[in-house]
């Protein structure tokens, strides 16, 4: 089970922390990545962490501002978001792919096969 929470209302350049639960997950064999989808847009991969460590962050725009990171101890997984911009707004998802099935430390959408309900993240003044 995924479970997000942390989104909300910020203004521009501010920062948010996301946190996914993720119970009984086994760190040691599946990826685990976040997602967003914008309204009207399609859902994009935003970071992902692979079982082996390799950290991923794929979209261009969020280098430099976003980061994921994930404590095993509280089986959690976080995306620290700063200097927040409007374009960031969107509803936010965890999800998780068997590294096999992935064959890629970057969470393709297609192999990922437990996904969370989201959490929306709106950036306005």
């Known amino acids: 089970q995924l479970v997000e929470s942390g989104g909300g209302l910020v203004q521009p350049g501010g920062s948010l922390r996301l946190s996914c639960a993720a119970s009984?997950?086994?760190?040691?064999?599946?990826?685990i990545g976040w997602f967003r989808q914008a309204p009207g847009k399609e859902r994009e991969g935003v970071s992902c962490f692979a079982s082996n460590g390799v950290v991923t962050n794929s979209v261009d725009s969020a280098r430099g501002r976003f980061s994921i990171s994930r404590d095993i101890a509280k089986n959690t997984v976080y995306l620290q978001m700063n200097n927040l911009k409007p374009d960031d707004t969107a509803v936010y998802y965890c999800a998780v792919a068997l590294h096999a099935a992935a064959k890629t430390n970057m969470c393709p959408r297609y192999a990922m096969s437990y996904w969370g309900k989201g959490t929306l993240v709106t950036v306005s003044s």
């Open positions: 009984g997950l086994r760190w040691d064999i599946y990826d």
